[in-house]
């Protein structure tokens, strides 16, 4: 289900999910903040939503399919009741199916009482654990991955949870941003390579974690930092304390793909406003690239920030060439065969008074199966331009990824399977450009930490021979 409307429903990448804790030292009604905690991280996951409370030693929770506000509608929300600890999830899969099964937190009853989960992430060792803990006689009810990390926080807890997330931490690889309840714990878990943002905040006495900064921004939480790669955050009646898995042997690299396109422009990860990191891409792109043109604009909303900086940087006016349709939400999200040819052009269309005869740059922040910058190539001719230049504000997409992303093979990028000429010759442009990916390091080199490239370069942060082969093979 895709909110992010800007690209056709089988284009483009697809974070997996968001997530939201908030601890209070004071009984009230919590449940509210992690609602709009969820509502600010919507753009993260759209499939199903879920809200879980800590109180009297009890974890009550309800998770329901669709967007925050339709999950929690007719008196969802009210129906929870006040407490001190709540988390907050929303999904979009990628291991699992999409159904309320899979949706999160996860809500069970093991050695540390009751427990909930929420991961955004993906691990690379799923199958491996799984199978260890079927043969130690574990019971799955869902198919996702965040079900193997509860489990094995059970397995080695003996009654003490920051025990048993540590040793979970050290069975587990790939991508993990967590946030974990108990009755009486909020406990924030960041990997050892910070692949998934995770930022932590203060609202008065209450401690807020959450996907990123935009959600903190919506409770008035103020941000305090980056939850660090390796550090997992435990909050309780004593206060905060932080525990740190062994991290010697691992550089920070968390995904650049957040900035040019996961994350709300509004955030901040790891210290880099999300937003200057998209308008320095425009920078560099125009920078490098000297294109005569008569307008520069973006792919709305993605490459608009984008186009500024690149307008700025070459004098090329930004003008804006294609209208918005803001109201296509989730009715039109699994639109028949022939609908989804049309699908582009319900979503925007060219505004043919700013680019008749005109010679035109349009930036899109990446080019992943190329299906969408073919129809907006040719909306912009149809709707009068002269000459179409796209530019993507990243490098080629080549490489599938497997930390928490919805591409998992080969077969799905264009950039896997054409030079940028036949990329170019496929979507009809009379220019592509892309991005090297030094010059995308360099757009967002304010960032405090080392970069994941993998799905530009293939160099991720983990080695891939735990991943199940079937999903990696080139098809
Ligand atoms: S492979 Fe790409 S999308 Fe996946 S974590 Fe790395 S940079 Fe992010």
Not at 259 to 277: C, E, H, T
Not at 383 to 402: F, N, Q, R
């Amino acid at each position: 289900m895709y909110l992010r409307d800007e690209k056709l429903p089988f284009d483009g990448m697809h974070e997996e999910c968001g997530v939201f804790g908030v601890y209070s030292p004071e009984t009230r009604d919590i449940a509210h903040t992690v609602y709009y905690g969820l509502y600010a991280l919507q753009h993260r996951g759209q499939e199903s939503a879920g809200i879980a409370v800590s109180y009297a030693n009890k974890i009550h929770y309800y998770k329901g399919m669709g967007l925050v506000p339709e999950v929690f509608a007719n008196g969802r929300l009210q129906e929870l009741p006040e407490g001190d600890i709540a988390i907050g999830h929303v999904r979009y899969s990628t291991t699992g199916a999409s159904s309320l099964l899979n949706a999160q937190p996860i809500v069970f009853t093991g050695k540390c009482g009751k427990m909930a989960l929420a991961h955004n992430g993906n691990l690379t060792n799923t199958k491996q654990l799984r199978e260890e803990l079927i043969a130690d006689n574990a019971v799955f009810q869902t198919s996702i991955d965040s079900e193997v990390i509860a489990l094995l926080i059970n397995k080695y807890s003996d009654g003490d949870i920051v025990k048993g997330v540590l040793a979970a931490c050290e069975r587990i690889r790939g991508a993990y941003a967590l946030v974990v309840m108990t009755a009486d714990k909020l406990i924030a878990v960041r990997d050892p390579y910070g692949i998934r943002p995770l930022v932590l905040g203060k609202s008065l006495d209450d401690t807020v974690v959450a996907s990123e900064t935009c959600a903190l921004d919506a409770v008035c939480a103020s941000y305090v930092r980056d939850v660090k790669p390796g550090e997992v955050i435990v909050v309780d009646t004593q206060g905060e304390r932080s525990y740190f898995m062994d991290t010697s042997d691992k550089r920070p690299a968390s995904c650049i793909f957040e900035y040019v396109y996961f994350s709300r422009p509004d955030s901040i990860i790891d210290g880099l406003s999300v937003y200057a990191a998209r308008k320095e891409a425009g920078r560099i792109l125009a920078r490098n690239n000297r294109i005569e043109a008569d307008l520069v604009a973006g792919v709305p909303d993605s490459g608009l920030v984008a186009a500024r900086g690149f307008s700025e940087e070459s004098g090329i006016p930004f003008v804006e060439a294609l209208a918005k349709n803001r109201y296509v939400g989730r009715t039109f999200i699994q639109p028949d065969q022939r609908m989804r040819e049309n699908s582009v052009s319900v979503k925007m269309n060219a505004l043919r008074a700013n680019i008749e005869g005109k010679r035109v740059i349009i930036i899109d922040d990446s080019i992943v199966r190329g299906t969408t910058s073919r129809k907006i190539v040719k909306m912009l001719r149809e709707g009068g331009a002269k000459e179409v230049h796209m530019m993507a504000s990243s490098p080629v997409v080549k490489h599938p990824c497997h930390l928490g992303i919805d591409i998992e093979t080969y077969s799905q990028l264009i950039g896997a399977n054409k030079s940028v000429k036949e990329i170019c010759e496929y979507i009809g442009a009379d220019s592509l450009t892309y991005m090297s990916v030094e010059q995308l390091k360099e757009s967002c080199a304010r960032c405090a930490h080392g970069f994941c490239t993998g799905c530009f370069d293939g160099n991720y942060p983990y080695s891939l021979e735990d991943y199940q082969a079937d999903k990696l093979k080139f098809e």
